[in-house]
């Protein structure tokens, strides 16, 4: 699946940005984004006698969207992020908070249509992540766990999201996003760890 979900990603993306080529009469616009997340992970077996907390991160990057009709448009974008989390033991109350940088890039389906004085959408569709850095207590969880009870990570994420937003005017955005990771981010044996988050944003486009 995480073959499938990844070549599906990239080969929209890649007709993204060919279609004002290619398809003159399919309005093609590119943009900047910046948000603010809240994220925290789905833990199972050996780590299910921990517990996530939601931590406040943010993001910022671009996308490009093409309009292949009035109500209906694919949107890609590439982002990059900081997300946050702190698992605290239900047991013993020991506790460790991590911090994760890395990129995402999300592809949506978007229904859009006239609300009041500007746009009104909401979309759906697959993304895919790579993890560049993620820290606890100075360590590398992606080489090594930073204590026990602690996971070491793995760095590739893909999963599903959804959003929705209002085209203010022409140029300028605010949107709200919730994305499912379906990936298990843990590298141990006997213990699950996905990913889950929503965020708020604003966007530009021209």
């Keep these: ?5 990844v070549s599906f990603v990239f080969a929209v993306i890649a007709l993204l940005f060919s279609a004002q080529v290619s398809a003159q009469d399919w309005p093609v616009s590119f943009g900047f984004k910046a948000g603010t997340n809240l994220s925290n992970y789905r833990l199972g ?3 299910s006698g921990s ?5 406040v991160g943010g993001s910022f990057g671009g996308f490009a969207k093409v309009d292949l ?3 209906f448009a694919l949107q890609a974008g590439i982002d990059a992020y900081y997300k946050s989390s702190k698992l605290k033991s239900t047991t013993d109350n020991s506790a460790g908070k991590f911090k994760t940088y890395g990129v995402e890039v ?3 389906a978007i229904v859009q249509g006239g609300a009041g004085s500007g ?3 909401i979309g759906a569709g697959p993304y895919v992540g790579y993890g560049l850095s993620a820290k606890s207590g100075g360590v590398n969880l992606y080489k090594d766990a930073a204590e026990p009870g602690m996971p070491a990570m793995k760095r590739f994420d893909y999963g599903f999201g959804g959003i929705v937003g209002y085209d203010i005017n022409k140029h300028w955005q605010i949107n709200g996003s919730y994305q499912l990771g379906l990936a298990d981010l843990d590298k141990a044996r006997g213990s699950s760890m996905k990913s889950q988050g929503a965020s708020i944003g604003v966007a530009y486009s021209f």
């Design 106 to 108: 999300p592809l949506f």
């Design 119 to 121: 746009n009104l959408f």
């Design 51 to 55: 517990k996530s907390k939601l931590s």
């Design 45 to 47: 077996g050996n780590l």
């Design 69 to 71: 009709s009035t109500n």
């Design 1 to 5: 699946m995480k073959k499938n979900v």
